[in-house]
């Protein structure tokens, strides 16, 4: 690492939950290396994710536009360390560009929050779900076919805001991120089932990105590596990458480690609902990644027409 400032500098989109998730790194970092939390710098970055608010990422350029300007910034040695949510990461990284650890992970699952109901089975008949997240809007329509779709993008605090100020009667969220912010203790919600609301892949997880050449930072990060972790994103980025998928695509994907036995299940759904394909593995932990992969190529054979090509 080389740094003018003689501190090592960590970057992260500016948004509240990014920046959270930045010192939640930070504050892991100084905490396993014993050094003073001035000795980190963090950096905030406009990414192409955070100026298009007006339509769904899907539409703007899928996976990646959260992540460019951290990637630049590394390989231009602006930056020593890139936090990115972990399902933001697109599936194939920049050259030069290492994924090198992920602290343990946070609640991967959706929760809904409406007003006036508990679960997608109490909305209103067209009723308004907000998302720009087209697996949420899938798997919305697989269980609620009569509600409205509406895009809805920001932060968590204005996506809750349009919420209460009734522009939308429900919407989804990561429980992951409602938790770092500190609303879900404050915000009547319902946890989705994995099962039956498979989550993005990567949701609930922070990845550390750093330069593939640069060994004393890769250092620096493994201290705080979750190997369970670890071990259910090899998996989980191993079905994407099978998939060829991008946020352009519904795609589902969690992984969950028990023991030395890894439990996957995916699912590919046509955006409106009415087709999925599914699939679930156990193996051990040891072939997490193989295991990822093979329940990605046999999606990719049996997914409905067209919807990995949107």
Request: glycine letters at 10%; proline letters at 5%; one cysteine or more.
């Amino acid at each position: 690492m080389a740094q003018s400032t003689g501190r090592i500098r960590i970057g992260t989109r500016g948004s509240p939950l990014a920046l959270r998730q930045a010192e939640i790194v930070r504050d892991l970092l100084g905490k396993a290396h014993g050094v003073e939390l001035a000795s980190f710098e963090i950096v905030p970055l406009k990414t192409a994710g955070d100026r298009v608010l007006d339509r769904p990422l899907a539409d703007a350029g899928g996976k990646g536009l959260f992540t460019k300007e951290i990637d630049e910034a590394l390989l231009t040695n602006r930056i020593d360390l890139g936090v990115h949510s972990a399902k933001d990461v697109p599936t194939f990284l920049p050259e030069g560009v290492l994924l090198a650890a992920y602290p343990e992970r946070e609640d991967p699952r959706d929760v809904l929050v409406a007003r006036g109901a508990i679960s997608l089975a109490e909305l209103p008949k067209g009723a308004v779900v907000g998302t720009s997240s087209v697996r949420r809007q899938a798997l919305v329509l697989r269980a609620r076919p009569d509600v409205s779709i509406r895009l809805l993008r920001g932060n968590v605090g204005t996506r809750l805001d349009k919420l209460a100020r009734g522009e939308f009667d429900a919407t989804v969220l990561a429980a992951a991120g409602m938790r770092r912010l500190g609303y879900l203790d404050q915000q009547t919600h319902t946890v989705l089932d994995p099962l039956t609301f498979p989550p993005s892949v990567g949701q609930g997880a922070i990845g550390i990105a750093v330069r593939a050449n640069d060994e004393a930072a890769a250092q620096l990060v493994a201290a705080i590596n979750d190997a369970t972790t670890n071990i259910a994103l090899l998996a989980e980025r191993a079905f994407l990458a099978a998939l060829d998928g991008s946020c352009r695509a519904p795609i589902g994907g969690h992984a969950q480690i028990m023991g030395d036995r890894i439990y996957f299940s995916g699912i590919v759904i046509a955006p409106d609902g009415t087709n999925a394909v599914e699939t679930t593995r156990e193996g051990y932990v040891s072939d997490a990644e193989a295991l990822g992969a093979d329940a990605g190529q046999e999606l990719r054979a049996r997914a409905p027409a067209g919807v990995l090509d949107a």
